[in-house]
């Protein structure tokens, strides 16, 4: 018996960091991707599977692969597909569920690093307003310091928010 329960524990504590490692990973490739075509095409390889019934997260992230993908794309019209199954992917996750701060932040660091004609900006500023007020409430310390990083350097945080993210990040 007391076998059996080891062995249970094992499987799910591996399987707990499996998934872990997945969200890692894919945050890496997410920020390799804006600046590398291979690390683009390996990031939607790696979502290949994941549909409407997965998680949120990985919904979110598969829109973001394929609007790193456009960013690569010669046709303008292979672009604009792509732009827009990624666009629909990441809203479906925002109402899939809508209180998770990662892929706010997804959104966000894609909706403020696109053309302004292609009209996908709409949520900068709430999204920006909730990555804000949520910084203390971030748990996984990968994510607090991307978003961190992020709103530090991103041209839409006022001196104010500046100001408060900083007073965060000293306690």
Do not use: H
């Amino acid at each position: 018996m007391k076998l059996l329960l080891v062995a249970l524990l094992t499987i799910t504590t591996s399987r707990m960091n499996l998934e872990e490692i997945e969200i890692v990973t894919l945050r890496k490739l997410y920020y390799e991707a804006a600046e590398s075509k291979a690390a683009a095409v390996k990031l939607t390889s790696t979502l290949s599977k994941v549909n409407d019934q997965s998680k949120a997260l990985l919904i979110c992230y598969k829109g973001a692969a394929q609007m790193m993908e456009a960013k690569y794309a010669f046709s303008p019209i292979t672009k604009f597909s792509k732009f827009s199954k990624g666009k629909s992917a990441i809203e479906k996750a925002i109402v899939k569920d809508p209180k998770q701060i990662e892929i706010r932040f997804i959104r966000f660091s894609i909706q403020t690093n696109l053309p302004f004609f292609l009209g996908y900006n709409e949520s900068i500023k709430t999204d920006k307003e909730m990555l804000i007020n949520s910084i203390n409430k971030i748990d996984d310390e990968n994510l607090k310091q991307n978003v961190v990083n992020y709103l530090l350097t991103s041209k839409y945080c006022t001196s104010d928010e500046i100001k408060r993210i900083r007073n965060w990040q000293k306690t």
